[in-house]
């Protein structure tokens, strides 16, 4: 988009909230504005795409689809996760197309060439002719797999594909923070995830923006969750103190689900005064966080097109204990009213994705009190769009 035009977008974005406007349709129906999102919004800053248990042995692959780029993760016989361009050196092919263990070396089925799960270039069968596996004028090592800076945090594998990525831990450390007001960090590391009854997955026809905005506020609680609005009511919620790169709501009445008498382990370094607070914070782009005394879920959101996203969702639980039987029925409830809550939003977001075809509507206009979050992510987009693609 014309520089121009995103200066202004981002200058409506800037004045008082109540005379502030949204970002315009455009950015959420054109397949232009869903590039622009990849090489300057979602590819430029630390996107979450994975879960790191989606690795769950050594030597294996893990393919991903991100916005039209095809990637791979690899866990190698240390542990270690890389990220890498999932595309052969030689003529190009799509490498890995399924999650697979491997024997260590990622093979290319076109020549056979294979790649370490470190990316070096391992194989190169009859390159200098038939049964000469070298040449001496090939540079092998520039044939190793391009790599893409990536990050492991709790269970989420995070990359940045822009040439000048701010380090990973200054990305977070403001969620960091909000983190350790609430649970030691060696605390947290706590949490296990485990099979099925820990997660879930939805796909929603919107673009992948709206999800995070209706995350982002509890305005819309008591319409789209009376049940919910119900045990956790709008009064009781607070925005969470913004940060450069994300923001979020809280609640000041979890209450820890309870079977048979029975409450899952909760983390010992969680305050006492704080056992009901429960924070919903957005790292972003597409990282939406929930953060409870017994649980913890992180959905992450994957823009497969421009009015199509896949949220994954994955639950954790304190300690190994957690994911046993005596836990199952607390777990499948837990399970069970997110999937039911998250399931109400989207309806909400698909209705704001069928809105934008409207030409009657320019980026909307915002409650001066309950739509700051909102605005705060708006911005974000603006400001990345200004700042990336100048
Ligand atoms: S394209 Fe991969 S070995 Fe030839
Ligand atoms: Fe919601």
Request: proline share 6%; charged share 20%.
């Amino acid at each position: 988009m014309h520089q121009q035009k995103l200066i202004d977008i981002q200058q409506r974005l800037k004045q008082p909230i109540a005379k502030a406007r949204g970002l315009p349709n455009d950015r959420y129906i054109t397949d232009s504005a869903f590039d622009d999102d990849r090489r300057h919004v979602a590819g430029a800053s630390w996107s979450c795409i994975a879960f790191a248990e989606d690795l769950p042995q050594k030597n294996y692959v893990l393919p991903i689809d991100f916005m039209g780029i095809p990637l791979v993760i690899t866990r190698d016989s240390e542990d270690t996760l890389r990220v890498f361009h999932n595309v052969c050196s030689h003529r190009g092919m799509h490498l890995a197309e399924q999650p697979c263990k491997t024997k260590g070396l990622l093979v290319c089925p076109y020549h056979s060439w294979s790649y370490k799960m470190s990316g070096e270039l391992r194989g190169t069968p009859h390159i200098g002719g038939y049964g000469e596996h070298q040449h001496p004028d090939f540079d092998r090592d520039a044939g190793a797999l391009k790599e893409v800076p990536s990050a492991v945090w709790l269970n989420a594998v995070f990359i940045n594909l822009s040439a000048d990525a701010i380090p990973f831990d200054d990305y977070i450390a403001p969620l960091t923070r909000q983190f350790n007001e609430l649970c030691s960090a060696e605390d947290r590391l706590k949490f296990i995830s485990g099979e099925a009854d820990c997660r879930t997955s939805m796909t929603v026809k919107s673009n992948w923006k709206l999800p995070v905005e209706n995350y982002l506020e509890s305005y819309h609680l008591p319409t789209v969750h009376p049940e919910l609005n119900r045990i956790s009511p709008l009064d009781v919620h607070f925005d969470l103190e913004r940060f450069a790169n994300g923001g979020g709501q809280g609640s000041e009445n979890y209450t820890r689900t309870q079977i048979n008498n029975s409450h899952l382990p909760s983390l010992a370094s969680w305050p006492q005064h704080k056992q009901n607070l429960a924070v919903y914070p957005v790292l972003y782009p597409n990282t939406l966080i929930g953060l409870h005394s017994d649980h913890l879920f992180i959905m992450f959101l994957q823009p497969t097109a421009t009015n199509e996203t896949v949220e994954h969702v994955r639950i954790s639980y304190v300690g190994e204990d957690s994911l046993t039987e005596p836990y199952k029925a607390h777990r499948e409830s837990l399970l069970d009213s997110w999937t039911n809550v998250f399931g109400e939003d989207i309806f909400a977001v698909e209705r704001m994705q069928k809105g934008r075809a409207s030409p009657g509507y320019e980026g909307g206009i915002f409650s001066p009190a309950m739509d700051k979050p909102t605005v705060h992510f708006h911005e974000w987009v603006a400001d990345q769009l200004v700042k990336n693609s100048s």
